[in-house]
């Protein structure tokens, strides 16, 4: 179980940094990859010491940076259930629809398999507080793994974020800020008071990426080594789809797969959806959207920091970009529940009812395998019924 990290890499102009020390993003503006020693890995695997037994995300800690366990901030996190879908399923018309529940993760969403890497990685470098802005799970996730680590958190918000997200935060100890806008605002707040604090915002260090990969490894690990047709995901930074493409990579590097990759798609409401509109455009970055509003708050994220590499991982699996009705989501939301039982988040309801599209569309093929990403629990969620 020992990390086999060996720098850091920018996608864009290939400059190499070290891993030993504290680091935000590269000097051209582009989010930094963890490299690792792959021929070491691959020794460990036929040794039979990878994975390890642990009932966590950190059963592949050979792929992830933390070197010294001792630093390792967990709470549980990771190897959660994919969960196969009766009636969902036979409703959208697929043969064969796995859920991937991420709300039985500790803080109850997929924030904290990133924020558990970030959090215990910045430990080991020598960071004493956190801070970020956020639309709520993040927000949550952060408070509880700064909490574990016994070190202070810093948390801005929009004002207009549902109370349960304060109220967890603040009983997890951090010190919570209410800002008027989204969660770029929230950003431009953080920035503005220059703490003394390490940011983790999405995609601005090395390190959340890292530990939302997991979800790909997880995910082929529970198939078998295998590898879906799709993989649907709800978008807001971006992280999953760029952590997920990147295991991919990984885990053909390592022999545990061959060539063959998921198509992912990204699901947006129509009310900001950055990312399809890009898509649908050829751009090669992102734009700002204007005035973005939708009640599936984790997905309201005007411009997404890591843009090039979000478009770069939809592109490179051959997906593509789907946006819904706003009025969509709450129906949606309690359609699963009665069909599955399960009180999914508005964002994975927006990740449904983009399923439900790409299926209509002819984009999805009844044969086909796939998987659909619950990324948190419903239950914080009182501004949708």
């Known amino acids: 179980m020992i990390s086999h990290i060996s720098h850091l890499e920018c996608p864009q102009c290939r400059r190499k940094h070290s891993a030993d020390s504290l680091t935000s993003f590269c ?21 039979g010491d990878f994975p390890s037994n642990l009932n966590s995300m950190w059963r592949y800690s050979q792929v992830l940076p933390v070197k010294s366990p001792s630093y390792i901030i967990s709470l549980g996190e990771g190897w959660t259930p994919l969960l196969l879908s009766r009636q969902l399923g036979k409703h959208l018309g697929l043969r064969m629809l796995r859920i991937k529940d991420e709300a039985q ?6 924030k ?3 924020l558990s ?4 990685k910045n430990l080991e470098l020598g960071a004493k507080s956190f801070a970020l802005p956020s639309a709520g799970n993040a927000a949550v996730s952060v408070s509880a793994y700064s909490a574990a680590a016994g070190v202070p958190a810093h948390i801005f918000m929009p004002d207009d974020t549902p109370e349960p997200f304060f109220s967890q935060c603040e009983l997890f100890g951090a010190a919570t800020v209410r800002v008027n806008g989204t969660i770029s605002e929230a950003g431009d707040e953080m920035r503005k008071r220059n703490g003394d604090w390490t940011d983790l915002s999405t995609t601005k260090e090395p390190y959340r990426v890292e530990g939302k990969k997991t979800l790909g490894f997880e995910i082929s690990e529970q ?7 799709a993989i649907i995901c709800p978008t807001g930074g971006g992280t999953a789809i760029i952590g997920i493409w990147k295991a991919f990579e990984e885990m053909e590097m390592l022999g545990l797969i061959g060539s063959e990759r998921p198509r992912i798609y990204a699901a947006q409401s129509g009310g900001c959806a950055p990312v399809v509109r890009a898509i649908e455009k050829g751009t090669d970055d992102l734009d700002a959207w204007l005035n973005g509003e939708t009640m599936a708050l984790g997905l ?5 920091f890591a843009g090039r590499q979000i478009l770069s991982a939809i592109r490179g699996s ?6 819904v009705a706003e009025q969509d989501i709450g129906p949606t939301r309690r359609m699963v529940g009665r069909l599955e039982g399960l009180d999914i988040c508005p964002e994975s ?7 439900s599209n790409l299926i209509e569309a002819g984009t999805i093929d009844f044969d086909e395998e796939v998987i659909l990403l619950n990324t948190g629990v419903g239950s914080r969620y009182t501004n949708v019924k």
């Open 117 to 120: 890497v970030a959090v215990s």
């Open 349 to 355: 309801a927006v990740g449904i009812a983009g399923l």
């Open 300 to 304: 309201r994220v005007p411009k997404p």
């Open 112 to 114: 904290d398999r990133g």
């Open 27 to 47: 000097v051209c503006g582009s989010t930094l990859f963890a490299k690792y020693d792959i021929n070491s890995v691959q020794e460990e695997i036929e040794s």
């Open 223 to 229: 198939m078998g080594w295998s590898v879906p047709d």
């Open 318 to 323: 051959r997906g593509g970009a789907v946006a």
């Open 105 to 110: 993760n500790p803080t109850g969403s997929f």
